[in-house]
């Protein structure tokens, strides 16, 4: 069974940066699409950003400038680089990978809070 661990979350203040790491284990799958969304409370989980294992990157408009991803496919993880962060990026944040057999998979998410 597929498991995703997050880290990296945490307080920051607006303006700050924060990284977050997700490792993907739990046996013999090959990994397609590796990502990150995020659920603010009261509000839906939204995507932030996704890539293919070739690095093909689809980055939603709200981090587009602040936010990078990227991925290790040797170490089966993806990184979520956050930079200027904002009172409105305060939210659970969610690995999420898809594999090449088309399954989805959900870390438990780490909690991202900006504030000052």
């Known amino acids: 069974q597929v498991q995703l661990v997050e880290s990296g979350g945490g307080l920051v203040q607006p303006g700050g940066s924060l990284r977050l790491s997700c490792a993907a284990s739990?046996?013999?799958?090959?990994?397609?699409?590796m990502g990150w969304y995020r659920q603010a409370p009261g509000k839906e989980r939204e995507l932030v950003a996704l890539?293919?294992?070739?690095?093909?990157?689809n980055l939603a408009e709200s981090g587009r400038g602040r936010f990078t991803i990227s991925r290790d496919n040797a170490k089966r993880m993806v990184y979520l680089q956050m930079n200027n962060l904002k009172p409105e990026d305060t939210a659970l944040y969610y690995c999420?990978?898809?594999?090449?057999?088309?399954?989805?998979?959900w870390g438990q998410g780490t909690q991202v809070t900006v504030s000052s």
């Open positions: 999420y990978l898809q594999t090449r057999a088309l399954d989805g998979y």
């Open positions: 739990g046996g013999t799958f090959n990994i397609n699409i």
């Open positions: 890539i293919t294992r070739e690095g093909t990157t």
